[in-house]
Protein backbone atom coordinates (compact mmCIF):
# COMPACT_ATOMS: atom_id res chain seq x y z
CA UNK A 1 0.00 0.00 0.00
CA UNK A 2 1.25 3.52 -0.79
CA UNK A 3 0.58 6.99 1.44
CA UNK A 4 0.91 10.13 0.02
CA UNK A 5 3.51 11.50 2.39
CA UNK A 6 2.12 15.49 2.73
CA UNK A 7 6.24 16.41 3.39
CA UNK A 8 9.69 15.69 3.67
CA UNK A 9 10.17 12.87 6.57
CA UNK A 10 13.12 12.62 8.85
CA UNK A 11 12.10 9.49 11.40
CA UNK A 12 10.20 6.44 11.18
CA UNK A 13 8.83 3.82 13.53
CA UNK A 14 5.63 1.55 13.94
CA UNK A 15 4.37 -0.45 16.73
CA UNK A 16 5.34 -3.70 17.19
CA UNK A 17 2.07 -5.28 16.16
CA UNK A 18 2.62 -2.98 12.70
CA UNK A 19 -0.49 -1.78 13.41
CA UNK A 20 0.28 2.43 13.64
CA UNK A 21 3.31 3.40 11.82
CA UNK A 22 4.52 6.93 12.58
CA UNK A 23 6.03 9.54 10.99
CA UNK A 24 8.40 12.42 11.98
CA UNK A 25 9.17 15.62 9.24
CA UNK A 26 12.27 18.17 9.13
CA UNK A 27 9.91 20.59 10.28
CA UNK A 28 8.75 19.15 13.66
CA UNK A 29 5.30 17.50 12.45
CA UNK A 30 4.27 14.23 13.96
CA UNK A 31 1.81 12.25 11.76
CA UNK A 32 0.40 8.88 12.13
CA UNK A 33 -1.49 6.18 10.16
CA UNK A 34 -3.64 3.16 10.06
CA UNK A 35 -1.02 0.55 8.97
CA UNK A 36 -3.61 -1.69 7.34
CA UNK A 37 -5.71 1.16 5.62
CA UNK A 38 -3.37 3.61 5.59
CA UNK A 39 -6.08 6.28 7.04
CA UNK A 40 -4.34 9.29 8.60
CA UNK A 41 -4.95 9.22 12.52
CA UNK A 42 -2.88 12.17 14.14
CA UNK A 43 -1.04 14.75 12.58
CA UNK A 44 0.42 17.25 15.46
CA UNK A 45 1.79 20.34 13.75
CA UNK A 46 4.28 21.44 16.82
CA UNK A 47 5.84 17.90 17.51
CA UNK A 48 8.72 19.42 17.93
CA UNK A 49 10.07 22.88 17.01
CA UNK A 50 12.71 21.81 14.46
CA UNK A 51 13.71 18.56 12.76
CA UNK A 52 12.75 14.99 14.53
CA UNK A 53 15.80 13.48 14.84
CA UNK A 54 14.77 10.43 16.14
CA UNK A 55 11.66 7.85 17.28
CA UNK A 56 11.09 4.88 18.83
CA UNK A 57 7.97 2.55 20.54
CA UNK A 58 8.70 0.97 23.29
CA UNK A 59 8.61 -3.20 23.43
CA UNK A 60 4.71 -3.54 24.44
CA UNK A 61 3.52 -0.64 22.18
CA UNK A 62 1.93 1.56 24.68
CA UNK A 63 4.59 4.66 24.51
CA UNK A 64 6.49 6.73 21.59
CA UNK A 65 9.50 8.70 22.40
CA UNK A 66 10.57 11.47 20.15
CA UNK A 67 13.67 13.19 19.76
CA UNK A 68 14.05 16.71 18.05
CA UNK A 69 16.89 19.07 16.80
CA UNK A 70 15.09 21.53 19.50
CA UNK A 71 16.96 19.31 21.66
CA UNK A 72 13.62 18.01 23.45
CA UNK A 73 12.70 14.63 24.11
CA UNK A 74 9.03 13.84 24.65
CA UNK A 75 7.33 11.03 25.55
CA UNK A 76 3.64 9.95 24.14
CA UNK A 77 0.99 7.53 24.79
CA UNK A 78 0.41 5.60 21.71
CA UNK A 79 -3.14 5.72 21.73
CA UNK A 80 -3.67 8.99 22.50
CA UNK A 81 -1.06 10.76 20.33
CA UNK A 82 -3.36 12.27 17.97
CA UNK A 83 -4.89 14.41 21.23
CA UNK A 84 -1.54 16.06 20.85
CA UNK A 85 -0.43 16.36 24.13
CA UNK A 86 3.02 14.64 24.77
CA UNK A 87 3.07 12.61 28.75
CA UNK A 88 6.23 14.31 29.03
CA UNK A 89 9.06 16.81 27.67
CA UNK A 90 12.68 16.59 28.49
CA UNK A 91 14.80 19.38 27.17
CA UNK A 92 18.60 18.63 27.09
CA UNK A 93 20.72 21.38 28.28
CA UNK A 94 24.23 21.01 28.97
CA UNK A 95 24.97 17.83 30.76
CA UNK A 96 22.15 16.81 31.90
CA UNK A 97 18.22 16.83 30.82
CA UNK A 98 15.41 19.00 32.68
CA UNK A 99 11.50 18.13 32.91
CA UNK A 100 9.97 21.34 32.08
Known sequence: MK???PEKMASVACTPDGN???AASLTGKLYAWE???GRLVAS??????RR?????VNA???FLVTGGDDAAVKLWRVGSVAAGLP???CVVRGSGPAFV
Open 3 to 5: VPL
Open 20 to 22: VVF
Open 35 to 37: AGT
Open 44 to 49: IAAAHF
Open 52 to 56: VSSMA
Open 60 to 62: DGT
Open 87 to 89: LAD
